[in-house]
């Protein structure tokens, strides 16, 4: 959910590793610093145009790039009566330094997304299949074009162009955007409750059924794509997925496969301080395969059982290890902002975003660019922009950005879209819960960590761990994220129904689509369309 923006960031300063770093940059007034001009909605040309408004900056510290402040960027193309905004990622043009960017800056662009408790929000993000009904192939781009221009007139929503392509749409601080291969992603807007972000899941899907079911089209909700090969998968014309697509097979087997034929449901949530993000850093990677086997539901491939129950998942374990995996070093005593920092600059990079273009980068390094000496863009300096768009080319199963991303879980059903950021919230957003949390796992292993990440997506919660199963951990989770919404006080509680009886039975909803396929489907795979259909 690369569109997850928070207006009015604070940084706060926080004893620990980064603490020197930060206590200088904490001098910015709130987040004037790094938080940026990241507006989905701009449009080189007309900043060209315009003479920009520059924040005015209040800081010691002479290292501060000067950034545009984000009125600036609220100018879009009028065509007709619908606003028209330009591709994200934003070009060059809508953040300008007027120095260098240093370590600091990139380290003080993670801190500045803290905030106060009161501030915290939930965004949450799902990707669903489009089919065609009579023959259950995907969608083609031409179809995928014709849903958007449908929700964007019917239900004001403004288109979002790459050239001369529409690739999504923006309602305030939602968005729509297209996967590589025509995943349909809604990115949901940051709100206090769990009651506000289910509401928005079902009034998208109502939004995009009332265009699609005109057209012949349905939606479905499983982690993998079930039934079609790489061939059958239409490409998206996105420049980034271009270079991603040529890239992808030196770096992994399966890579296609991730950018082709799979979903996932994901939520994102805030810290209030670095101590907090690393608390919150390390509960959610212990227990991303709790997640993983709770939503497990990507058994098929090419309309059979794959031997997996969650396929998705395991395919990120060779898809690029430079750029995904369990992260160890976040487990390390000196881990902070800028350790993620150091490990982000050694990832390798996929591209620049230069003059509506794209540039192949693949495999360079940010540190080069820092420099100056990018191969790709020789002598050009990297804008916060740049930083921002190398973090989303990062996979780990939790992610940093200005807040943390739960990655683990397949997609599914719309109870499921709802019951994934009920957990996460549960166990995180609750101070008692969250140190639940990390006592209970304290003395669990890397290796451990490691065990699960690679057997759950096979054996799912009859994984074996410590003398026992993955399931008797997960019954104890689950109460902890109950007990968690509990004490929040929003009678939120309920949205873990749809997980409670995975636990209580063991029984993965992977494992119900198996029984199916080889019972009441006749190792069929087509049924699986109106089982999992929105």
Same mark, same amino acid.
């Given at each position: 959910?690369?569109?997850?923006?928070?207006?009015?960031?604070?940084?706060?300063?926080?004893?620990?590793?980064?603490?020197?770093?930060?206590?200088?940059?904490?001098?910015?007034?709130?987040?004037?610093?790094?938080?940026?001009?990241?507006?989905?909605?701009?449009?080189?040309?007309?900043?060209?145009?315009?003479?920009?408004?520059?924040?005015?900056?209040?800081?010691?510290?002479?290292?501060?790039?000067?950034?545009?402040?984000?009125?600036?960027?609220?100018?879009?193309?009028?065509?007709?009566?619908?606003?028209?905004?330009?591709?994200?990622?934003?070009?060059?043009?809508?953040?300008?330094?007027?120095?260098?960017?240093?370590?600091?800056?990139?380290?003080?662009?993670?801190?500045?997304?803290?905030?106060?408790?009161?501030?915290?929000?939930? =965004?949450?993000?799902?990707?669903?299949?489009?089919?065609?009904?009579?023959?259950?192939?995907?969608?083609?781009?031409?179809?995928?074009?014709?849903?958007?221009?449908?929700?964007?007139?019917?239900?004001?929503?403004?288109?979002?162009?790459?050239?001369?392509?529409?690739?999504?749409?923006?309602?305030?601080?939602?968005?729509?955007?297209?996967?590589?291969?025509?995943?349909?992603?809604?990115?949901?807007?940051?709100?206090?409750?769990?009651?506000?972000?289910?509401?928005?899941?079902?009034?998208?899907?109502?939004?995009?059924?009332?265009?699609?079911?005109?057209?012949?089209?349905?939606?479905?909700?499983?982690?993998?794509?079930?039934?079609?090969?790489?061939?059958?998968?239409?490409?998206?014309?996105?420049?980034?997925?271009?270079?991603?697509?040529?890239?992808?097979?030196?770096?992994?087997?399966?890579?296609?496969?991730?950018?082709?034929?799979?979903?996932?449901?994901?939520?994102?949530?805030?810290?209030?301080?670095?101590?907090?993000?690393?608390?919150?850093?390390?509960?959610?990677?212990?227990?991303?395969?709790?997640?993983?086997?709770?939503?497990?539901?990507?058994?098929?491939?090419?309309?059979?059982?794959?031997?997996?129950?969650?396929?998705?998942?395991?395919?990120?374990?060779?898809?690029?290890?430079?750029?995904?995996?369990?992260?160890?070093?976040?487990?390390?005593?000196?881990?902070?902002?800028?350790?993620?920092?150091?490990?982000?600059?050694?990832?390798?990079?996929?591209?620049?975003?230069?003059?509506?273009?794209?540039?192949?980068?693949?495999?360079?390094?940010?540190?080069?660019?820092?420099? =100056?000496?990018?191969?790709?863009?020789?002598?050009?300096?990297?804008?916060?922009?740049?930083?921002?768009?190398?973090?989303?080319?990062?996979?780990?199963?939790?992610?940093?950005?200005?807040?943390?991303?739960?990655?683990?879980?397949?997609?599914?059903?719309?109870?499921?879209?709802?019951?994934?950021?009920?957990?996460?919230? =549960?166990?995180?957003?609750?101070?008692?819960?969250?140190?639940?949390?990390?006592?209970?796992?304290?003395?669990?292993?890397?290796?451990?960590?490691?065990?699960?990440?690679?057997?759950?997506?096979?054996?799912?919660?009859?994984?074996?761990?410590?003398?026992?199963?993955?399931?008797?951990?997960?019954?104890?989770?689950?109460?902890?994220?109950?007990?968690?919404?509990?004490?929040? =006080?929003?009678?939120?509680?309920?949205?873990?129904?749809?997980?409670?009886?995975?636990?209580?039975?063991?029984?993965?909803?992977?494992?119900?689509?198996?029984?199916?396929?080889?019972?009441?489907?006749?190792?069929?795979?087509?049924?699986?369309?109106?089982?999992?259909?929105?």
């Amino acid at each position: 959910m690369d569109g997850w923006v928070v207006a009015g960031m604070t940084l706060v300063a926080q004893a620990g590793p980064s603490s020197s770093i930060l206590t200088e940059i904490s001098r910015c007034k709130a987040a004037q610093n790094v938080v940026i001009a990241m507006a989905r909605s701009t449009d080189a040309s007309k900043l060209k145009e315009t003479p920009p408004r520059f924040s005015s900056l209040s800081c010691n510290s002479s290292k501060t790039p000067q950034i545009l402040s984000s009125e600036s960027l609220s100018v879009g193309m009028k065509r007709g009566h619908r606003v028209v905004v330009a591709a994200s990622p934003p070009t060059e043009d809508a953040v300008i330094a007027t120095e260098p960017l240093t370590k600091e800056d990139l380290i003080g662009y993670l801190a500045s997304g803290c905030k106060p408790k009161e501030n915290w929000r939930i =965004g949450t993000e799902h990707e669903k299949f489009g089919f065609e009904i009579g023959t259950l192939r995907p969608m083609k781009y031409e179809q995928i074009a014709e849903l958007l221009h449908g929700i964007a007139e019917r239900f004001d929503w403004d288109r979002i162009m790459e050239g001369d392509n529409i690739i999504g749409l923006q309602q305030g601080k939602q968005s729509i955007s297209l996967e590589p291969g025509g995943q349909f992603e809604l990115s949901g807007a940051p709100v206090e409750t769990l009651h506000q972000t289910c509401a928005e899941v079902n009034s998208h899907l109502y939004q995009v059924k009332a265009v699609a079911e005109e057209m012949g089209i349905g939606f479905l909700g499983i982690g993998f794509q079930p039934k079609w090969g790489l061939k059958d998968i239409p490409v998206m014309p996105k420049g980034r997925y271009d270079i991603m697509r040529n890239y992808m097979p030196k770096v992994g087997s399966l890579g296609l496969d991730m950018m082709f034929r799979t979903c996932t449901v994901q939520v994102n949530l805030d810290f209030i301080s670095e101590a907090d993000m690393i608390r919150k850093f390390r509960a959610g990677l212990a227990l991303q395969p709790i997640a993983t086997a709770l939503f497990a539901n990507s058994p098929f491939t090419e309309g059979k059982p794959n031997g997996y129950l969650s396929l998705r998942s395991h395919i990120w374990t060779d898809t690029d290890n430079n750029r995904a995996g369990m992260l160890p070093f976040v487990f390390n005593d000196n881990f902070g902002f800028e350790q993620y920092v150091d490990y982000a600059l050694d990832v390798p990079m996929y591209f620049v975003y230069r003059k509506k273009k794209y540039i192949d980068c693949t495999g360079m390094s940010f540190r080069d660019f820092l420099a =100056g000496k990018l191969p790709c863009i020789p002598g050009e300096l990297p804008t916060l922009n740049d930083w921002e768009n190398h973090l989303t080319t990062i996979f780990p199963e939790v992610r940093l950005k200005r807040y943390l991303e739960m990655r683990g879980a397949d997609g599914g059903p719309w109870r499921r879209l709802c019951a994934l950021p009920a957990f996460w919230v =549960g166990l995180l957003y609750d101070e008692d819960s969250l140190q639940s949390v990390l006592d209970m796992t304290a003395d669990w292993t890397s290796e451990e960590r490691q065990m699960l990440r690679i057997k759950v997506p096979k054996t799912g919660l009859k994984t074996p761990f410590r003398g026992g199963l993955l399931r008797h951990v997960a019954e104890e989770v689950l109460k902890l994220a109950k007990d968690g919404l509990e004490r929040r =006080g929003f009678k939120e509680v309920g949205f873990l129904n749809a997980v409670s009886d995975v636990v209580s039975t063991g029984v993965t909803p992977a494992e119900k689509l198996l029984e199916l396929y080889h019972g009441k489907w006749g190792r069929s795979i087509d049924p699986v369309f109106e089982e999992l259909l929105y």
